[in-house]
Structures are given as C-alpha cells and as structure tokens.
C-alpha cells in the first residue's frame, strides 16, 4: 500500500508552536557533547539530555503542551486523569501542578517505587491495577467520566507527539550551533510519541539525518510493525528492566510518522542496556534509567558502523530506582 501522500498527524510547524507554548514552562535541557569519550568511541557522541528535564522525563513536555492547550481551550477544566508506568505519569502530575489542575493517575502495581512516589509527590492521586488483569484506559475513562477530567494519553495525541518533538527541534538548533549536522538520531520507544515528534522536528531541519528508535528485547512491536507494515502487537514475553518501554503496540497516530520519517529501529538487550547505564555513570556522568539508555545502548552497539560519524542520542529519563543504579555500576566499565 502507498502511504506517501498519508496526512500525518503532526507536523514541523505543530513542533513550533509547541515550542513556544512551553516557553518558560519545560527546561531546554542540553545537548553534551564528549570530546574525549567521542575520540575512544571513534564517532562524535552527542546526549540529549532530558534526565534533566523537569520530572527526569522528555514526558514534562508532552504533558504540559497538553495541558496548556486544553486551557486555552476550556478554561474551566479543573481536573487530569492518565494511564502511565511512571514517566508519563510524573509529567502529567507536575504539570497539572504547576497549572493548577486535580491530576488522578492510573499506575500499574508493579511500577517502580521511585515513580509511584515520584508522581504522589507531585500532588496526583494514584490508582493502582492489575498490569496483566486490568483495563487501565477503562479505569481512566470511568474516573474521567465521573470528575469531568480531561484523559491525557501517553502518546496517541497531537499535542503530547508535538510536545515530545520539542527535544527534536532543540537538537537541531544545538547541532547548528555547534555546527555539526548529525549523521544519526536515535531515541527510546514505547509507544512512540517522543522518536515520532523527534523525527518530525530534526527532518524538517535535516532531511539526510537517519532516525531511530530503540527498543527492549521482547518489546520490538515497532521493528516488527515496520517490516510487516502495519501494526504489529507485542507477544507475551519476560518483562524487561526497560519498564517504561513496554507499550502493547505502536500508536495509531504515531505508527504513521514512524513509517514515513524513521530509518528503522534497534532492538536492545537488557543486558546492553546495563551496560550503557553504566557507560553513562562513568562517562557522560549522567543518572540513565534503563528505558532511557535505551538509544545509548543502541550506538554502542553500532560503534563499528559509525566510526567517522555524528550521532545524537536522547537519553530520555533518569527516573531508575537506587537498586537498578547500583546493578549497573556493578557491571564494570564497558569502554575498557
């Protein structure tokens, strides 16, 4: 089937303007650059760093895009419900904070402790379910229903994908300002918000920049979805550590940016992406949880192909439990 002339859900210019609607809200985190780690990779190594974003998260922006356009909208909504493993979650009741919204936040039972906190701390009420026995979007509906709250999806929503696609039209401008233009950007993937506004925002700007995402082991519905062209759901599998990664299947908005704007996708082990935690505590001095380390784990991999080259990595939350650290800078330096 012919998707070229496919209208796709976001645009450059829906970037833009979220841009400038998070203007004095989400940090413009950095684009760090390691002269000396890229010299013993043998490629320029470039780290969006979004563990520095408000929460830890790229998902503050998304979020808060989100929500300051719904206000603009109906300037009486007063409350927020969403579905989320951690991140999301964490956006959302910071940014329903900050904006002075009731935030109710739909969790699984067996997210990581840091996060449920995390987003409790933030002034959301926390719901818990059953990951593999409840329907978490119909326990969100139900509560929408009953408080008048706006849903806030994790990814299939024009505004979160804009929102996400800020980091992208960040790195383009950071590149040109250190004028590099990147041979390579890859980003993490669930359900794919954050590489398909990633994708918008830096193709606009650099159309011969190769997009990738990365995905856990078991959790590769996006790489299987782009082969069969169409989308494909994850099969029962082992959990990964990369517990913000585990999305069922590819966004029905975003499946489409994917398939027209991305190279393809990585898929990473557990185990590598120990080992680019560890690379990061070491090397980029960075906190990476394991979802997040997902595209670092991805280039390290791919070392061997991109000697000679640029690539920028989001490293898309720093958001890992105390233990998860500790295991990754057990494992020993991965450079040596």
Request: charged share 20%; with cysteine.
């Amino acid at each position: 089937m012919d998707h070229s002339s496919e209208t796709l859900a976001v645009n450059a210019a829906d970037v833009r303007e979220a841009a400038e609607r998070l203007k004095g809200h989400a940090i413009v985190t950095p684009l760090l650059d390691y002269p000396l780690v890229s010299e013993r990779l043998g490629f320029r190594l470039l780290i969006k760093a979004e563990t520095l974003q408000i929460t830890g998260s790229f998902k503050f922006r998304g979020a808060s895009n989100r929500l300051l356009a719904a206000k603009a909208t109906d300037p009486n909504l007063r409350a927020v419900v969403a579905f989320s493993s951690g991140n999301h979650a964490q956006g959302v009741a910071a940014a329903a904070k900050l904006l002075g919204f009731k935030a109710t936040i739909v969790m699984p039972s067996d997210a990581p402790a840091i996060k449920v906190a995390n987003t409790k701390g933030y002034g959301a009420e926390v719901v818990l379910y059953q990951r593999h026995s409840e329907d978490r979007e119909a326990i969100a509906r139900a509560i929408a229903e009953r408080e008048g709250a706006l849903i806030v999806p994790p990814y299939d929503d024009p505004f979160i994908i804009a929102g996400q696609g800020t980091a992208g039209l960040e790195i383009t401008s950071q590149a040109k300002a250190l004028g590099v233009t990147p041979d390579l950007v890859i980003a993490p993937c669930s359900g794919g918000g954050l590489v398909g506004g990633v994708a918008t925002a830096v193709k606009d700007v650099f159309p011969k920049t190769a997009i990738y995402a990365a995905e856990p082991a078991g959790y590769d519905d996006l790489s299987r979805s782009l082969a069969a062209g169409e989308r494909v759901p994850n099969k029962p599998s082992a959990p990964s550590i990369c517990d913000a990664l585990m999305a069922e299947r590819p966004g029905a908005l975003t499946f489409p940016i994917h398939r027209k704007l991305l190279a393809g996708s990585k898929v990473v082990s557990d185990e590598a992406v120990l080992d680019a935690m560890s690379f990061a505590q070491r090397h980029l001095k960075l906190v990476v949880e394991p979802g997040g380390a997902a595209g670092l784990a991805a280039v390290l991999a791919m070392r061997g192909e991109l000697q000679g080259k640029t690539a920028v990595v989001v490293c898309s939350g720093g958001n890992a439990d105390p233990e998860m650290i500790k295991r990754a800078a057990d494992r020993g330096d991965p450079l040596l």
